[in-house]
């Protein structure tokens, strides 16, 4: 008897290890007096209004694009950034006139060999100078969610560039990701059409096989060369160039949208974007001969500045709207989190602003384990909550969420679960799922150190929000952020879950898809 507290921790933190918890302690079930139950929750959706509050300077990732289908509607993408100067009250040389603006992107690509092209022209000539050389071009498909194909033809997207007229503030400002900006759409300036690959290049002389250009994997694409000669070098030596202030309140910011409103989305890290002016100007020699010289400069699209994905949504009709617009408000529930709630039978989870699922364990499930436990002396092995996709709604082949966030709701606190916080250090692995390449996909959520708290220590019993998305880590200690630090202002993923049997609320249930709570627990 004296042990047992230790075994039972002992099994909890075995969990992290089973590949699939129904067999946990089942060592301990067969020939005694075990159990293995399961029970049905209240399980309701949470609008959370298509918005989050976003610090900018946590984005380590951006969407673009756009992708519609007909449970959740329409969604279009827009990536917005500062840019600043890399070096203040420039001097651009005399009679600097440009050449060329070029924007890069780099968006995440596969890296699987089979997805790769490699082009090579050994012919190659090299336009500066015309020297012979092998231009070797090496072509990755984006990592993309929604529509890669709309019918058999492969799905072009096109991208464009806009001027911001409003002030983004700063990095350390909350932005909401519905907010609206004001563009300048009288002037695009740039548009190049995107076929979802993005390319590496390196050239090498024929002579000696020395490299002449290597390019980093990346999307490249011409802007308006009039607009920034007359927004950046005709200003050389105005005060709007000569410090990071000036300048992000003259030049506010970009937008980099798509014009189509069906195909994908794709990701891409904000920092590693960036703006390139080619130009030439006059240099003078020491006899007086003046030579037209090529110079280049740069915008830093990079971490100082403002940058976040702006969501635009288009519900309209759709089953989520529906579902989700009667549903009670996150912003009321934290206010709230013990408020009346109505047990849905369809439950929607979406990121990057989309609606949460909440989950609450029924009165009398509680009150009938506190009875167990005091009378009957059982003790819980392990217990979480399970939840299946809805096969009627959610028959697809878009990839299904792999990672899921759970907050506890507690009035003016926010925080991880007691399994999280508890076990965090042995390797716990909170969420676990099940068959996502299928339509039979589940989810399983720890809750045994939470359930233990609220039967066996008589805590208080709170409701769970719980997001699609994944917690963000410190880069060098892995340690998770916070329960705010996480992915959803730019997670793609959605999924239409089993929500309440809402005749069966509370009761012991068998061979039922609706969401449960299954426990596994024995008699001291």
Request: glycine share 6%.
């Amino acid at each position: 008897m004296k042990l047992l507290p230790l075994l039972l921790m002992g099994i909890i933190v075995l969990n992290s290890c089973e590949g699939e918890l129904d067999n946990l302690g089942s060592q301990l079930v067969e020939g005694a007096d075990g159990f293995d139950k399961a029970y049905s929750l209240i399980a309701y959706n949470v609008n959370n209004e298509d918005v989050q509050k976003v610090v900018t300077s946590q984005y380590d990732s951006v969407r673009i694009g756009a992708f519609t289908e007909p449970v959740f509607g329409g969604q279009k993408v827009s990536y917005i950034t500062q840019l600043r100067l890399n070096t203040y009250n420039p001097d651009f040389g005399k009679n600097p006139v440009i050449d060329s603006v070029v924007l890069t992107l780099k968006p995440r690509y596969e890296t699987a060999t089979d997805s790769i092209k490699t082009t090579t022209n050994e012919d190659y000539v090299y336009p500066d100078g015309q020297v012979a050389a092998k231009k070797v071009v090496t072509t990755y498909p984006v990592r993309k969610y929604g529509k890669y194909k709309i019918g058999n033809n492969v799905t072009p997207l096109t991208i464009k560039v806009h001027e911001v007229l409003d002030f983004l503030g700063s990095p350390s400002d909350s932005i909401d990701t519905n907010k609206t900006f004001t563009l300048n759409t009288e002037k695009v300036l740039g548009s190049k059409s995107f076929n979802g690959t993005v390319n590496s290049v390196v050239i090498t002389k024929d002579s000696d096989a020395s490299e002449i250009l290597k390019r980093d994997v990346s999307f490249r694409m011409k802007l308006d060369s009039a607009f920034f000669q007359n927004k950046i070098i005709a200003k050389q030596g105005n005060q709007v160039l000569k410090d990071a202030a000036s300048f992000i309140r003259y030049f506010r910011g970009l937008s980099i949208s798509v014009e189509e409103n069906d195909g994908y989305l794709f990701s891409m890290a904000p920092n590693d974007a960036g703006i390139t002016i080619y130009y030439k100007n006059d240099v003078t020699a020491t006899d007086g001969t003046v030579t037209r010289t090529k110079q280049e400069t740069a915008l830093s699209l990079g971490s100082s500045n403002v940058h976040l994905s702006q969501v635009v949504y288009d519900r309209a009709g759709t089953n989520y709207f529906n579902a989700v617009n009667p549903a009670v408000k996150y912003s009321e529930l934290k206010k709230n989190p013990g408020m009346n709630v109505n047990p849905a039978e369809k439950i929607y989870m979406q990121g990057m602003g989309g609606s949460s699922i909440g989950i609450r364990i029924p009165q009398g499930t509680i009150d009938l384990l506190k009875q167990k436990f005091q009378n009957e002396k059982v003790a819980i092995v392990s217990a979480k909550i399970r939840l299946y996709n809805d096969i009627e709604s959610w028959d697809n082949k878009y990839k299904k969420p792999s990672n899921l966030l759970v907050q506890e709701m507690i009035k003016d606190t926010v925080r991880f679960l007691p399994d999280m916080t508890a076990l965090s250090s042995a390797g716990y692995s909170l969420v676990r799922t099940a068959n996502l390449s299928t339509k039979n996909a589940y989810y399983d959520i720890g809750v045994t150190a939470t359930l233990k708290d609220i039967v066996e220590k008589n805590k208080n019993a709170h409701d769970l929000v719980i997001n699609v998305g994944s917690y963000l880590s410190d880069a060098s200690t892995g340690t998770l952020l916070g329960q705010d630090y996480n992915d959803r202002p730019y997670n793609p993923f959605r999924i239409v879950l089993k929500g309440t049997d809402i005749n069966k609320i509370g009761q012991e249930i068998t061979n039922s898809e609706f969401v449960q709570l299954r426990i596994l627990y024995t008699k001291k």
